[in-house]
């Protein structure tokens, strides 16, 4: 999962497989780049500062005097790198993919940082010292991701993790283990009952004299149960004693959350969503800031956005007949019905045989409505919604009522994500393409579950920088 989910911070258990920041589960990997990419960003900026001072024959005095602009520096270079994906499984495996979005990160920080500085007096940042600091930083933070792919390709940071049970769900986490992103690696399988295994290369616990030993002799880090049926089969006192040996041991739906960002439908069940950490009663803080932001953001969001709205607006009348705005009702909070307001992107009698999916190329929208939806200029308007407290910047993309009665009868636990209030972007768009089916939407329930469950204010951060990412490279538009 893309970096980020925040709350309150957990002290690391001995075994814990990866690090742990407030409440969010982060692996070695990014933790060891993104340090190192802080400390170049820090390191570039004061070259800068050094190379110009001599260029002009300038006395600079000590680091000290200037550490606001160079905090300033690595703080927005760090910030458009998690937004364009600098941290993203695709970038720590291609240095190509890695090069172009360090690239487009340098560009979008030093635009960033011109605007901040331009606000505040333009006294703070000189040109030549950020173009300098521009080029140290992305020759140091390509050779930081070579060096570092060198030590990740070796397995010196995948964990180690011995599955108990080899059915269907020891055969997920096979398929999860494979793909290049995987950050650990599975080191057997035991079949804990007399069924045929499904997963090749499983040993039966009934050939295991010591479980513990045998977690030992691997060098697991970690235990995961994946069995198909718990009862009479949960080997509780062999979890006890691996457990009290310093080896991590999860659930098989833990495991999923924590590796893919999303809850499980297929394996979940009441009891682990009550008793599972998540669900704060602690978010009453976390609520009342993320208030505070919407209606500061939203503000001064829709005075910058006006002339854009009323621009793309007057095109849409123009492009096509009907209104520039439309209508519609969705689902908000706790199941209430609300308006939503967006710049209209399709034919006014696109829906005239009722409510339908948007799908791939659908032929109802207009020339100037792919356009607007594919950079979410549409969405603008939306934010009047956030003014007035119906919707958040970060949620749950509300749907509509005709949708929601179909899917609360064909999704479980399709009505907990009304629990949280809706938004513009969320944990799925950023995550998950755009959904236009029921499977899709099922999808998309996993991540939004995920969201309502960890909703902190830092995961709604990540995922308002990371929508960045979507917007440039147009992914899940439709």
Request: proline share 4%; aromatic share 10%.
């Amino acid at each position: 999962a893309p970096l980020g989910r925040l709350h309150t911070c957990h002290a690391q258990g001995a075994g814990d497989p990866m690090i742990r920041l407030f409440k969010h589960y982060i692996s070695h990997a990014v933790v060891l780049l993104a340090t190192i990419d802080v400390l170049l960003l820090l390191a570039a900026a004061e070259a800068g500062w050094q190379l110009r001072a001599g260029q002009i024959a300038m006395h600079l005095g000590g680091a000290g005097e200037r550490l606001g602009q160079l905090a300033g520096f690595s703080a927005m270079m760090f910030a458009a790198m998690i937004a364009v994906g600098v941290y993203g499984p695709d970038a720590l495996r291609s240095m190509r993919f890695a090069t172009a979005r360090l690239l487009v990160a340098a560009s979008l920080g030093i635009i960033g940082l011109t605007f901040f500085d331009f606000l505040l007096g333009g006294q703070n940042l000189w040109r030549s010292t950020l173009a300098y600091a521009m080029a140290f930083a992305i020759v140091l933070l390509v050779i930081n991701r070579f060096v570092v792919g060198r030590i990740v390709g070796t397995d010196a940071f995948r964990r180690r993790v011995l599955v108990l049970g080899a059915g269907l769900r020891a055969e997920r986490l096979l398929k999860l283990s494979q793909r290049p992103e995987s950050g650990f690696t599975i080191v057997g399988y035991v079949a804990m009952t007399p069924s045929q295994p499904v997963v090749p290369g499983a040993v039966s616990r009934d050939a295991i004299e010591n479980l513990t030993a045998y977690v030992d002799s691997l060098k697991a880090s970690e235990v995961v149960l994946a069995l198909e049926e718990r009862r009479n089969a949960l080997p509780l006192a062999d979890l006890l004693r691996i457990k009290t040996t310093g080896v991590h041991v999860n659930d098989f739906s833990t495991f999923i959350e924590r590796e893919t960002g999303r809850v499980d439908l297929d394996t979940v069940n009441p009891s682990w969503l009550i008793f599972s950490d998540g669900f704060s009663s602690g978010r009453a803080v976390s609520s009342f800031a993320k208030r505070v932001f919407d209606l500061a953001a939203s503000g001064l969001l829709l005075l910058i956005s006006a002339p854009v709205i009323a621009l793309f607006a007057l095109l849409v009348k123009l492009d096509s007949k009907g209104p520039a705005f439309f209508r519609q009702t969705r689902v908000g909070l706790f199941g209430q019905n609300f308006d939503v307001i967006k710049l209209r992107s399709m034919r006014t009698d696109a829906e005239a045989n009722g409510a339908q999916w948007a799908q791939k190329d659908d032929p109802r929208v207009t020339r100037l409505g792919k356009f607007i939806r594919m950079t979410r200029i549409d969405e603008l308007p939306q934010t009047w919604s956030v003014l007035k407290g119906e919707m958040s910047f970060v949620g749950p993309r509300p749907e509509r009522p005709e949708f929601v009665a179909d899917l609360e009868e064909k999704l479980p636990y399709y009505a907990e994500r009304h629990m949280v209030k809706p938004g513009i972007t969320g944990w799925a768009q950023i995550n998950y393409p755009y959904g236009a089916s029921i499977e899709d939407s099922r999808h998309k329930l996993e991540y939004d579950l995920y969201y309502a469950k960890n909703y902190t204010p830092f995961l709604d951060l990540l995922i308002l920088l990371q929508t960045l990412r979507v917007v440039l490279w147009h992914e899940g538009a439709r």
